[in-house]
């Protein structure tokens, strides 16, 4: 049998590292007053567990209080950084995984009006577009000291522990030197590629002068801007070759694009839809080129493209990041010959925007980033076994009864579609979004490999279900479409479900009205353009799909911008009236205080959802707890212990939109949480 390529040890200079798989640097807002405390440790340490090679932390980990956290960084610049540093490493290093850490100064990528309130900094003052900040070009003291702070850093580093250090050098301070949309200096930091590279070979040797000779050191380097007058593919190599042979670095961790837009950050950090691995063929010529340790991740999801990367030389170390964000075991799994259980990343990008909302999340493993308290392996329960029956087949239904046949349980899921998956299939209706099935097809596939009983076509009631002799009950219901709010012509809507289920075909001139602001209002409008009618997007919000992150929503607003999509914000749907063969749909400006009227042959509503939960109270004073939860034992991880009817059949439950609109993520925590001891 022929040696898997991913499982091949590397020899990285006085570093073996067990295997070619790699987590890359990212920031998920775990840090505590800027440190990377317990919970920082443990979401490295669960890759350290699944068998990961090397995992890097510290995404943009920032080296100076001008360089102010723009999500959560992890700052160096404190002397306690150390301390914690040194105990993720060590417990990482038990468990055979090397650690290094991506360190920075973001530049202009941050904001001045934060922290220190200190006038961020750049080559030049050229405002980056994402970020919106007007930096100060750096003064010669500025450089000195700035060089200084990534040096001090390097050595905080060392002392830790860590194995190497990785140098932000795409879209930060680093290459904002390198590359002329930014530096527009006339002195000997600007004007030529020699000039332009000065203030980088300037920090590796300060580096190198601190750490000495034998500590990996590398850079995450853009080596084409990919935009007219940026750093293009030939300039690009030429730096990385120059940085490759100048014996300072030992890597090149390979980026292609720009970050100073949310759509240019979309591409770097392509999302669902986009093509398997975009960038691979340039990182293999970047290894080609400079003939140094190559690593790259972009979109290198699944283990058959990260073994292809590996095998065909086009990488010695590959990235499946947001990868291990689903599944931290991914290596393991594939030792234990347990591939087909890979949780697998969906490519929703709900783990980075989720990043700018407060912390990083995946969309479907609701473990990640909460192992404290939070099981990514379920395991079995050491009581009798018990009759789990799940009413409904959505993601958090799925996800209930997953959890409870992994805990060995009898389960029973009923489903009244004809294929489980609730409003995940409505989705994937979008061509673009059916990766998103992903989420649906591994909870099958875990559901039927642990014996849950799957019934569809079944609107399973109140007999149905006490006809099982359940020991617990979990209502999975989801929701109906909410349009309640319409005061006259309810009737005349159609939901965006209606659309995207195919039970009603898009008009030829249709108004989207979008008062959820998440993806379900941008993918029907995305939907209904691309069979050509006319659309209109209209939200009483400020800005299009607030809920929706930044690198999502560019793929929409391209959509949008192809088929001609009209918008419309700050205006609230009040009614729909019938005006011969077409519609009037009335809209009250709050702002103009007026009310505006327009017409369409069709008025598509997206608004979330109310509960289908009378299955719920049907069952509730059958109950043992009537349904309560205790939320103190939720929010802390234990037991629920509730008997507030001694006489109850069965422990109940309810989840996701069954108790209230929301979203894939909390339909699945809902059941993990309550699932996972019982």
Known sequence: MRADPLLQPYQFKHLTLKNRMISTAHEPAYTEGGLPKDRYRLYHVEKAKGGIGLTMIGGSTVV??????AFGNIELFRDESVHWLKALSDECHDHGTAVMIQITHLGRRTTWSAHDWLPILAPSSVREAAHRAYPKAMEDWDIARVIRAYADGAEKVQAAGLDGIEITAYGHLFDQFLSPLVNRRDDEYGGSLENRMRFGFEVLEAIRERIGPEMILGLRLTCDEDTKNGIDRTEGLEIARRFASSGLIDFINVIKGRLDTEEALSRVIPGMGARSAPHLDFAGEVRGETKITTMHAARIQDIATARHAIESGKLDLVGMTRAHIADPHIIRKIIEGREAEVRPCVGMGYCI?????????????????????????????????????????????????????????????FEAQSEPGGQIRLTASLKRRREILGIVDWRIAECQRLGVDIRTDVYAEADEVAAEAPDVVVVATGGMPDHAFVEEGEDLATSSWDILSGAVRPAREVIVFDDNGAHPGLTVTEFIAGTGAKVSLVTPERILGPEVGGTSFPPYFKVFAEHGVETAINLRLVGIRREGNRLAAHFFDEYGGRTIVREADQVVIENGTQPMDQLYFDLKDASTNRGEVDIAALIAGRKQA???????????????????????????????????DV
Do not use: F
Request: with cysteine; charged share 20%; aromatic share 4%.
């Open 64 to 69: 100076a209080p001008d360089s102010p956290q």
């Open 353 to 413: 925007d989720s990043i700018y909302n407060g912390e990083a999340a995946c969309v479907h493993n609701a473990a990640t980033g909460r192992e404290r308290l939070m099981p990514h392996a379920i395991a079995r329960a050491e009581g009798p076994r018990r009759k789990v029956v799940v009413v409904g087949g959505g993601p958090g239904g799925l996800e209930a009864a997953r959890v409870a046949g992994e805990r060995g349980h009898a389960v029973v899921l």
């Open 642 to 676: 509730v008997t507030t009817n001694p006489d109850g059949a069965y422990t109940l439950w309810r989840i996701g939109d069954a108790v209230a609109s929301r979203n894939i993520h909390a339909a699945i925590y809902d059941a993990l949480r309550l699932m996972k």
